[in-house]
């Protein structure tokens, strides 16, 4: 079952012992090594999936066990810490002197223009847009980009080949500007995208929406 195997790799990489974890939550000992043949009720997996700050889908149906994929354990945190709002993404102004720092680092363009180039080989009108998101911890900077590509030929773009999504991670402290680049699947970037665009554009304009009817209807 791939709960009960995920919350064990899950406690290898916080170094955690299944018996802490169950004093942790109050369970019973032994409770969850028991999930393999009952099905536990649906409060105590969220329990378990808080405490490791992933998502409940991440912690039942993905395949984490196998590999101990850091960067895709890192990837959920992020959707689940976005969807619950308890990180903000700040969008990177292109008028920001950083955005273009960003944009022509070299091991960063040139990773970006490699599948671009694959793709539309032969294609000489080509651009693209590239919008880009970050937050910050103490000590590191997390961009997410977003590269959408265009053909001004007029040519119709494949949307599987159209857009493409990137994690860079930098040092604060890295005065040389060296950017770690993370390409995990592209179907956990889309949902790390999809909410980051909604903690970004609509949740907002929704919390606008409600005040906006508050006041009015209290008028």
């Known amino acids: 079952m791939n709960l009960v195997n995920n919350?064990?790799?899950?406690?290898?990489?916080?170094?955690?012992?299944?018996?802490?974890?169950?004093?942790?939550?109050?369970?019973?000992?032994?409770?969850?090594?028991k999930w393999d043949k009952s099905q536990p009720t649906i409060s105590r997996v969220l329990q378990v999936a808080d405490l490791f700050d992933v998502s409940v889908d991440f912690l039942c149906k993905s395949e984490f066990y196998k590999e101990k994929d850091l960067t895709t354990l890192f990837i959920d945190t992020l959707i689940k810490k976005t969807s619950e709002e308890t990180i903000q993404w700040t969008f990177l102004n292109s008028q920001d002197s950083e955005h273009d720092k960003i944009r022509y680092t070299n091991e960063?363009?040139?990773?970006?223009?490699?599948?671009?180039?694959e793709d539309y080989e032969g294609q000489i009108d080509k651009y693209d847009r590239v919008n880009i998101y970050y937050i910050t911890s103490d000590k590191n900077i997390v961009y997410f980009i977003d590269q959408t590509i265009y053909l001004s030929t007029g040519e119709e773009v494949d949307p599987i080949d159209a857009y493409y999504y990137y994690?860079?991670?930098?040092?604060?402290?890295?005065?040389?500007?060296?950017?770690?680049?993370?390409?995990?699947?592209?179907?956990?970037?889309?949902?790390?995208y999809k909410e980051i665009k909604n903690s970004y554009y609509e949740k907002p304009k929704q919390k606008k929406f409600d005040n906006f009817i508050k006041d009015f209807i209290s008028l």
């Open 108 to 117: 960063l363009y040139d990773h970006c223009n490699i599948e671009y180039y």
């Open 167 to 192: 994690i860079a991670l930098k040092d604060i402290d890295d005065k040389q500007g060296n950017y770690i680049i993370r390409e995990p699947s592209k179907k956990e970037l889309e949902k790390l």
């Open 7 to 33: 919350i064990k790799a899950l406690c290898e990489v916080k170094k955690l012992s299944i018996s802490d974890l169950e004093t942790k939550l109050n369970f019973s000992r032994s409770s969850i090594s």
